[in-house]
Nanobody
C-alpha cells in the first residue's frame, strides 16, 4: 500500500502561482511513477503531468505545458507540481497518483496505470 497526501492548494488570482506537494508513505517511493490529475466540477478527471521513477523524464498535458512543472524528491518521498501563470480554467481538485508503470506514450497518461491516489486538494483561480 502507498498512502498519498496532497497539500498546497488554495485560492489564487489569475496569473498567480501555487506549488502543490504530495507526500508518500508505505512503500519505496522510487519504485513508482508519479502523476498529477485534476477534476473540475461537472467534468471528467484529466491527466495533468507525470514523472518517471528517477525524475529523469516528465510529460505534460498540452493545456499546462510551459506553465506547470512536475518534480520529485525521492529522498523526501515527495512529488511537486509548480503551477505558474494560472488561469481560471485550471480550477479543479488536483490529485496525485502513484503507479508501477509502464512509462509508455499511452499508458503514462491513463488513470488505470496508477494504483494509488490521494484525497485531492482544491485549487481555485479567480479571474
Amino acid at each position: 500500500q502507498v498512502q498519498l497526501v496532497e497539500s498546497g492548494g488554495g485560492l489564487v488570482q489569475a496569473g498567480g502561482s501555487l506549488r502543490l506537494a504530495c507526500a508518500a508513505s508505505g512503500r519505496t517511493f522510487s519504485n513508482y511513477i508519479m502523476g498529477w490529475f485534476r477534476q473540475a466540477p461537472g467534468k471528467e478527471r484529466e491527466f495533468v503531468a507525470t514523472i518517471s521513477w528517477s525524475g529523469g523524464s516528465t510529460y505534460y498535458a498540452d493545456s499546462v505545458k510551459g506553465r506547470f512543472t512536475i518534480s520529485r524528491d525521492n529522498a523526501k518521498n515527495t512529488v511537486y507540481l509548480q503551477m505558474n501563470s494560472l488561469k481560471p480554467e485550471d480550477t479543479a481538485v488536483y490529485y496525485c497518483a502513484a503507479g508501477r508503470g509502464p512509462w509508455s506514450t499511452s499508458s503514462k497518461t491513463r488513470d488505470s496505470t496508477y494504483d494509488y491516489w490521494g484525497q485531492g486538494t482544491q485549487v481555485t483561480v479567480s479571474s
